[in-house]
């Protein structure tokens, strides 16, 4: 494999960092998650964007263009031969003391995996999946804004923990005010009577790439789309309810804390966004090799 590291492409092998970096430190640093699909990098510039946008947030100089950044990825990829997979694009603060003082790291790392990805297994986008409320709340957003996706996801580490120790893969989160925030690294949606609803980012939910295509997506297809404040027991009575994101795409939950949502099965609306997904992410990707 190879790992675009230091403005140049390295065997994985080679792919190191100092131990004095501030993203292994400290958890300084930026991410994306994004996908490749048939050939194609799904919503390159979007997730570029959003990179920057979070950089800004933390006061983060990249050394690099957003232009430059996105034909990192497609390198990355072409050099994986990598149609259909995962892509990591790390911005670390870099080399610096072993104090906070983030000024004094002259130089920022970035680095770029380009690699395979199954989140879930496959049957669950069939027959839906379980899930349970953890304790961890979700970190308040003027702690750590959920728009910015930083390195530091100890936050969602716990409640990945709690998940897997109850016997499930997913867990929902909560704010501070007993609002539902988010899964542990997927968007949160839910169904009733017709009108599909999700949290709204100022409640601790990240502004999901796949979260904003699944709202075009239901709106094109004359579906009423609200960002609405919901509580656990919203969740409980919904219709249908289903989680959104980079690696898990669109998966539906028929199951909160022992709760069976809706009919106990995918709903027809949740399948309905499942197969148009499929259909927009043919159309809405940067080429990887030359046609």
């Given at each position: ?25 400290y ?20 997730h ?7 950089a ?34 790390v ?36 027959t ?71 949290p ?29 404040v ?49 259909e ?12």
């Amino acid at each position: 494999m190879k790992i675009f590291l230091g403005g140049k492409l390295v065997d994985e092998a080679d792919a190191k960092i100092s131990v004095f970096d501030h993203g292994l430190l400290y958890g300084d640093g930026i991410f994306e998650g994004i996908r490749a699909y048939h050939g194609k990098v799904f919503l390159l510039d979007q997730h570029v964007k959003r990179l920057f946008e979070s950089a800004k947030a933390i006061a983060l100089e990249i050394p690099m263009t957003q232009q430059e950044m996105a034909d990192a990825v497609i390198k990355t990829c072409r050099a994986n031969e990598l149609s259909d997979g995962y892509i990591r694009l790390v911005v670390t603060r870099g080399v610096g003391t072993l104090g906070l003082n983030p000024y004094l790291c002259k130089k920022p790392e970035v680095f770029i995996i380009a690699a395979k990805i199954q989140l879930y297994p496959i049957e669950l986008y069939e027959t839906g999946m379980k899930v349970v409320t953890v304790g961890t709340v979700r970190n308040h957003p003027e702690a750590i804004n959920p728009r910015i996706k930083s390195l530091n996801y100890l936050n969602n580490v716990l409640a990945k923990i709690e998940a897997i120790n109850s016997g499930v893969l997913e867990c929902i989160m909560l704010n501070g005010q007993g609002q539902v925030a988010e899964a542990s690294g997927d968007n949160v949606f839910v169904v009733k009577d017709g009108v599909l609803k999700t949290p709204p980012v100022w409640c601790g939910a990240l502004d999901g790439l796949t979260r904003r295509a699944v709202i075009q997506i239901a709106e094109d297809a004359g579906l009423t789309v609200k960002e609405d404040v919901l509580q656990r027991y919203d969740l409980f009575t919904a219709d249908e309810m289903f989680l959104t994101g980079t690696a898990a795409e669109v998966i539906a939950v028929i199951d909160v804390d022992r709760r069976s949502i809706g009919t106990g099965k995918p709903g027809h609306i949740t399948v309905d966004l499942q197969n148009r997904f499929k259909e927009f992410v043919k159309d809405n990707g940067t080429p990887i090799f030359d046609t």
